[in-house]
Every structure is written in C-alpha cells, then in structure tokens.
C-alpha cells in the first residue's frame, strides 16, 4: 500500500461510514478501479475505527448520559424506567446478533463475502429496501418512544451489514425507518449503535495487524494515517447527514447505490475490473 492509497481511502472510509451507501463495499471498490491491491477486511476495521472516533466525540454528551444512567439504574430500580437506562439496554440487545454472527462466520466474512459481484447486487437491492423503507415508514416515532422490541429488530438488521454492500447505517436506518421512526431519530440511533460493534471488530483486527497476522501489507503508519483522516472525514459527515434528513429523503442515496450498484456489475462482467484474489 502506498501512501497516497491510504489517504484516499481514509478519506472514501469517512464520507461513506455514516452515508447509507457502504462504506465496505467502496472499500472493495475504489482499489479495484485503480488497479491497487486489496486492502483487506481487516484495514478496514481498523480505518472504522476513526469514523468510530467521531462518533464518539460528536455524540459524546448523549453516551456520556446513557452510560451514567445505565450504570446506576443496575443499583437504583428507581432509574430503570428513564430514557437513558432503556436506550443502553437497547444498545446491548440490538449489539448481540452482530457480535455472535461476526465470530460464528469470520472467515466467510473476510474471504468468501469480499466479492464484486456480491457487492454490485447487494447495493442495488439493500438500496431498494432503503427507498422502499422510507416511503412506506410513518416517520412519526421518535427516539425516546423506542421499544425493546424496536432495539432488537434493529439490532438483526445491523448484523446484515457483515455482507460487504448492505451498509451497516443503510441496514438499520431501514428498520428504523420500518419500525415508524422518523429519519434524523434513525440515523441517530443508527449511529450510537455502531459504536459498540465497531469498536470491538476494529480492536480486534488491529491487534491481528500489529502480530503481522492481517492487513493486505499494508504498514502499520499508512493504517493509522487512513485511521486519522477518516476520523475527521466522518465527523463532518456525521454533522451533515444528521441536518441533511431533517428535510430530506433517503431518495439520493437510493439512486446512488443502484447506480453504483449497476456500475460494478458491468464492469465486473466486461472484466474491467476483479474481485479481489
């Protein structure tokens, strides 16, 4: 990997982690375009841990707050019924398909899932499903009117984002949008709860990096790099999507991922470009 692909690439990682349109699959995308070398599953683990970063800070008041107050509704019964005690047991519950189906097909995911035509076909339809949601959702529930019920169905979609071209805040922006939330109160759970998943998948692959054991070769200098310019990619990105769907609809994504979507496959199919190994 050379320095300039690290900064694209941390740049691509941070405009598209929080944009409904995958930020695995442009990950897959970009390299084989220009003809460079696969980054690898676990690059991109980590470089998620910048767009995580950002999430962090950006929303640290709110996580700050439901951490405070789910710690001690564990001790005080009497806490257990307020908005930040429900939203950090909905955070937990809606984390656990992830986390089990991560382990359970770790190598399915790193290998087998990193396909182009895979990709091409699951933006397309997952991009459907995001119009589809957003037409048919009531846009009436708010973030405090969540449900347990709500934190797991979410939680089920996120764990569809393990296929490269879902997208992880497509995914569970989706089953907001499905569930009835209206769509800023839908990023805005979408995003808390990416912190937990991604955090833990990002540490875990970074470890694998520093024992040599992952990275597509990429040095450890130019993965930090991706990781500190996609922090402040995401962060902006963050600030503009959460005021972009306060008036408008998902619809200029959902043209953008069937469009991408539709590129990939012709481009795969005429051999213009390859899935990785």
């Known amino acids: 990997m050379s320095l300039i692909e690290a900064i694209v690439l941390g740049i691509v990682q941070g405009l598209t982690e929080f944009l409904p349109i995958s930020s695995s699959a442009h990950q897959l995308i970009v390299p084989a375009i ?8 676990a690059f991109t683990a980590v470089t998620q841990l910048g767009t995580e970063a950002a999430v962090l800070i950006y929303f640290r008041r709110d996580l700050w707050s439901i951490a405070e107050v ?4 564990l001790f005080r019964p009497v806490l257990r ?3 930040h005690a429900k939203m950090g047991w909905y955070l937990i519950v ?10 359970a097909f770790e190598s399915q995911i790193e290998n087998g899932a990193r396909n182009l035509w895979l990709v091409g076909t699951v933006l397309i339809v997952f991009g459907l499903i995001l119009g589809a949601a957003d037409r048919i959702g009531t846009h009436e529930r708010e973030l405090g009117q969540m449900s347990t019920r ?4 979410i939680g089920l979609a996120q764990s569809l984002a393990l296929v490269p071209g879902v997208s992880r805040s497509g995914a569970t922006m989706s089953a907001g949008l499905l569930l009835g939330l209206d769509r800023a109160a839908a990023a805005r759970f979408s995003f808390l709860l ?14 694998a990096i520093v024992g040599g054991e992952e990275g597509g ?3 450890i200098g130019y993965v930090l790099l ?5 922090f402040a990619v995401g962060y902006a990105a963050i600030a503009w999507l959460l005021r972009y769907l306060t008036t408008h609809s998902v619809s200029v994504f959902v043209i953008y991922r069937v469009a991408l979507g539709a590129l990939v496959l012709a481009l795969t199919a005429t051999g213009a470009i390859q899935s990785p190994g």
């Open 34 to 41: 220009f003809g460079w070398e696969d980054p690898g599953a």
């Open 70 to 73: 789910w710690t001690r509704s």
């Open 226 to 230: 991706a990781t500190v310019i996609s």
């Open 150 to 153: 709500d934190g797991i169905l």
């Open 217 to 219: 070769g990429a040095p």
């Open 94 to 103: 809606a984390t656990i398909p992830i986390g089990l189906l991560g382990l």
């Open 81 to 83: 019924s307020t908005a």
């Open 194 to 207: 990416a912190v937990p998943a991604v955090v833990l998948s990002g540490l875990y692959q970074l470890v």
